[in-house]
């Protein structure tokens, strides 16, 4: 198992093994990082299958864990719960996975992870575009457009990335594709082919928004 810095997050990314286990985090256990009073957040790869009893009581100021593997499993324990419930810990995943499920049993928030919605182009000749729906933490989406190029032994030789936020409420008022007439045209048949963001609008309908309180 592999623990690293994390990627777009303030926390780590564990990922390369099935078995997530306090030992993972030997490197880390006496960094500031381990208990940053900021939150930290953990990222769960998808080769994942199952953290230990207890792991996340040593991560005092976790927020924040999102589960790329959705049938992931979370052994709990009284302390745990009890520790999730303090920090007000937010769960994200994919809808309808055992993720939200955990978040509901555990009577915890959910959010979808960021998604992608197409990709198009070759990066070996003139790069790849991709389009993602992101979510800022209060449930508000944006969309991130990223273009990947080769590069030389000079630099990279092109590529860039811009984002545009998405309006309150935009899946009870847009179409799938409203949303990809705004994004690079290079991708628009993708996003509209592959029916992931058409899909997302539905579930989103259905949920009443990204972000779902079950504190309740």
Known sequence: ?????GYRKNGFDAFAGKYLQKSDM???????????PEGVCFGLGEEIEEVEPGFFEILPTIDEI?????????????NTLKLFHKNNVLIRGRFDTGAEKFAEEYHLRFMLLDTELAQAGEYDKYGVD????????NGSAY???????PGSSAGTIGGGEISFDLPKNFYRKMSAEDIAEKCWGSCYEKIIENGILASILEKAKE???????YRK
Do not use: A
């Open 207 to 213: 949920k009443n928004g990204f972000l779902i309180d």
């Open 143 to 149: 969309i991130h457009q990223d273009c990947k190029c």
């Open 1 to 5: 198992m592999i623990v690293g810095s």
């Open 26 to 36: 030997k490197y880390w256990i006496n960094s500031k990082e381990i208990k940053d």
């Open 66 to 78: 999102w589960m790329m593997n959705p049938d992931c499993k979370m052994n709990m324990t009284e």
């Open 130 to 137: 991709i389009i993602t729906l992101r979510f800022y933490g």
